[in-house]
């Protein structure tokens, strides 16, 4: 098994009788490009800042590059690139000036020409002060900073937020330049499904501060399913399926969202159900995460009353 | 080279007040001594004390310290208002920029970070109000200018209002790091300097002064490293 360079054992944080995270326990091998998603509140940041140090867990612990996050030497962050949710930074300063400041802490990776490259690539100039900078170009900057002293890992807090398409497309592919280069670890968390899908090869998944999922992209893509069964007469409304996430019905149909339900187990039920037919639907991952991180008694927004 | 990059940042974005403020200090303190150097004795006291042209002095009159008085009264306020802008500028404005995660994922220990940021707001009120008080106080004992120079105390007393902006300085820091609210806890540590830097003020002897002055910052200064180093952000 390869290396793992991002564990989290148990970890837990409470903000006074509110579980943010809840023991999450997570083994990211070197290599791996992690997307980490849950919704708003899920505790991706909450875990993030707690794997940096910047947050102390209630329980539990976790490490990086073998070393305890709750005592991070500087040597182990020279090994680290961070991007924060938002991309923070020091508003006065100018691209250059940040590059000053940020190579001081990178004597010996920092890699000049790699810095101006990406610069350049993003349009920027090392003369525009952050202050001016729009939030996709901060986004940019943000990028370079972390990406420049070459990280072994990266860790990214939504990255790609609040950015039009065209800025991300070249976040990304940013992004998948630090990806070509050997044995480099990325663990990041999004709203946006696709981005995940163009880069991850292994998917986290947080809800209401638990563990969901963690598996490659491509399990996770095969196990949430969703399949329609057609009945003769009136649709039960419930079903009795071991992976049952979810189940709607209507008048002669019923949708359900299954995990890890093979096709024979699929088949087996429709019999039972006395179902005439059933179909699998397409999904994107998005729909999956939806349907995955969907509560339990989840209904629509507005619900119309029926006009006879 | 980790802490001269976090020390210029903490000079830099500091450097606007500090500028303002030590040479508004300058201004007001030659503003004040310029015009008395032209004066005879005579005309000197008078303008100092309010004499009258035939009136006799007492000479212990003369021995009173006047020329940095007005200065120093304007010292006495800038030096604490000073320490205040940095300590919200250097503790508290991260909070509302968000800056703070950013700042400590540097490949810097904790400890570091906090000296550059202390070491920065006391080489600011050395350098600002420091520099242009001790100015002034040269320019104000050269006896070729003025005919009784001010004494050493009035240095002295400068450099212990310069020394409460640090009091001032550490009880924001204090505050600005506590994760309690404003009504309760939070509050303290401004509160805590400024009473202690309202006592200090109100005291006559000297010794008292220093040892207080010395106390407190002891205080606070271990407050601020207790809650920089363990704080969350």
């Given amino acids: ?308 | 080279m980790r802490f001269l990059a976090l020390l210029r940042k903490e000079l830099r974005e500091s450097l606007p007040w500090l500028l303002l403020a030590g040479l508004l200090l300058l201004g007001v303190g030659l503003l004040r001594l310029g015009p008395l150097n032209r004066f005879s004795t005579v005309e000197y006291w008078q303008y100092t004390n309010g004499l009258t042209p035939g009136e006799t002095v007492d000479p212990h009159r003369l021995l009173r310290p006047g020329l940095l008085r007005w200065p120093g009264l304007w010292l006495a306020w800038m030096a604490p208002a000073l320490g205040l802008i940095l300590g919200v500028r250097h503790f508290w404005m991260p909070l509302f920029t968000r800056t703070w995660s950013f700042l400590l994922h540097r490949s810097a220990a904790r400890p570091t970070i906090l000296w550059a940021k202390l070491t920065a707001a006391t080489a600011g009120l050395v350098l600002s109000l420091g520099a242009s008080w001790t100015f002034l106080y040269w320019y104000a004992r050269r006896p070729e200018v003025f005919p009784i120079p001010e004494s050493a105390k009035a240095l002295a007393s400068g450099w212990i209002y310069i020394a409460l902006g640090l009091v001032i300085y550490l009880g924001t820091a204090v505050s600005a790091l506590s994760t309690a609210r404003w009504y309760t806890t939070r509050i303290f540590g401004l509160a805590f300097a400024a009473v202690a830097t309202l006592f200090i003020l109100s005291l006559w002897n000297l010794t008292w002064i220093i040892t207080l002055t010395i106390l407190t910052l002891a205080i606070l200064l271990s407050q601020t490293i207790a809650a920089f180093l363990d704080r969350e952000f």
Avoid at chain 1, 233 to 250: D, K, V, Y
């Fill in chain 1, 1 to 308: 098994m390869s290396e793992i360079v991002l564990e989290t054992k148990d970890l837990t944080k409470y903000y006074g009788a509110t579980p943010a995270l809840d023991h999450l326990d997570l083994q990211i091998p070197r290599g791996s490009i992690c997307g980490f998603l849950g919704r708003n509140g899920a505790g991706k940041t909450t875990a993030i800042k707690m794997m940096l140090g910047l947050l102390h867990p209630t329980a539990g612990s976790a490490a990086l590059l073998g070393c305890d996050s709750a005592a991070l030497t500087p040597a182990v962050r020279q090994r680290i690139g961070y991007v924060t949710e938002g991309h923070r930074l020091f508003r006065w300063m100018s691209i250059a000036k940040l590059e000053r400041f940020q190579r001081a802490f990178f004597p010996e990776q920092w890699d000049d020409r790699f810095f101006g490259d990406m610069i350049e690539y993003f349009e920027l100039s090392k003369k525009q002060k952050i202050k001016h900078l729009s939030n996709g170009q901060r986004a940019q900057v943000s990028l370079a900073l972390a990406l420049a002293p070459n990280p072994e890992l990266l860790i990214m807090d939504d990255p790609t937020l609040g950015l039009d398409a065209a800025i991300r497309r070249q976040f990304l592919e940013g992004m998948i330049e630090l990806i070509t280069r050997q044995g480099r670890t990325v663990l990041f968390s999004s709203h946006i499904l696709a981005d995940v899908e163009r880069v991850a090869d292994r998917v986290v998944v947080v809800d209401r501060g638990r563990l969901r999922a963690d598996c490659s992209l491509e399990t996770f893509r095969a196990s949430v399913r969703k399949v329609i069964a057609k009945f003769p007469n009136t649709a039960p409304s419930e079903a009795q399926i071991e992976g049952l996430l979810h189940c709607r019905h209507s008048e002669r149909q019923l949708e359900m969202t299954l995990v890890d339900v093979g096709d024979a187990e699929v088949a087996d039920w429709a019999r039972q159900a006395g179902a005439e037919g059933y179909e699998f639907i397409e999904m994107n991952l998005e729909d999956q995460f939806i349907e995955f991180t969907a509560p339990p008694n989840h209904r629509r927004l507005f619900q119309w009353e029926e006009v006879e």
